[in-house]
């Protein structure tokens, strides 16, 4: 299985929308949907902000939002805050009980 | 609230075996709805899933990395384990364990991450 295709790195200003793309396969994001989401603050564990394509878990504000058409799934980012600054990783069921991940997108709050 | 610590050797020599164990509190490792999963990440690099194990003992491996891993549960201690054989300088990472959501397949608990070198 190969990773998940993101962009290296996305920006934009606070109050700003700012969307992630995850581009995978008919295999992984386009067979299932079960898409995650991970925000990683540098030195933290990953924290889980979007599953089911577009599920929030309780607590993570409705400024995060999930979509998925065909084989690549978004995350867009509402009203930017200087706090949404990390790296964020998707995720996908790639069949047979295995998980693949994007190799990582650098969210900057200008 | 559920808690996952990951311990072991912060060092291990080239060619050796990586073992590491996650502890689980606040929870019970036996529940049916869960699997349970090693991440890790080398250092400025991303994400990349290991495996992971049920209860029962059932376990799903990387394609990748299948070859040199092995996941173990141990239900009594409320624990799981990961070995990594024939270790390389590109095995250094943070070595996270994660708890995985049966229907839905997220990742909804972490622990904080281990930093494991391979080094002589």
């Known amino acids: 299985q190969s990773a998940l295709t993101q962009p290296p790195s996305a920006s934009g200003s606070p109050g700003q929308s700012v969307t992630i793309f995850c581009t995978g396969t008919?295999?992984?994001?386009?067979?299932?949907?079960?898409v995650s989401w991970y925000q990683q603050h540098p030195g933290k564990a990953p924290k889980l902000m979007i599953y089911?394509?577009?599920k929030r878990p309780s607590g993570v504000p409705d400024r995060f939002s999930g979509s998925k058409s065909g084989n690549t799934a978004s995350l867009t980012v509402s009203g930017l805050q200087a706090e949404d600054e990390a790296d964020y990783y998707c995720?996908?069921?790639?069949?047979?009980?295995?998980?693949?991940f994007g190799g990582g997108t650098k969210l900057t709050v200008l | 609230q559920l808690q996952l610590q990951e311990s072991g050797p912060g060092l291990v020599k080239p060619s050796e075996t990586l073992s590491l164990t996650c502890t689980v509190s606040?929870?019970?490792?036996?529940?049916?709805?869960?699997?349970w999963d090693w991440i890790r990440q080398p250092p400025g690099k991303g994400l990349e899933w290991i495996g992971s194990?049920?209860?029962?003992?059932?376990?799903y491996y990387n394609p990748s990395l299948k070859s040199r891993v092995t996941i173990s549960v141990d239900t009594s201690k409320n624990q799981f384990s990961l070995k990594l054989s024939s270790v390389t300088a590109a095995d250094t990472a943070v070595y996270y364990c994660?708890?995985?959501?049966?229907?839905?397949?997220?990742?909804?608990?972490w622990g904080q991450g281990t930093l494991v070198t391979v080094s002589s």
């Open positions: 994660a708890r995985q959501v049966d229907y839905g397949a997220e990742l909804d608990y």
């Open positions: 606040g929870g019970s490792i036996s529940s049916s709805s869960y699997y």
């Open positions: 194990i049920y209860y029962s003992g059932s376990t």
């Open positions: 008919s295999s992984d994001v386009g067979g299932y949907k079960y």
């Open positions: 089911e394509v577009s």
């Open positions: 995720n996908s069921y790639a069949g047979s009980n295995n998980l693949v």
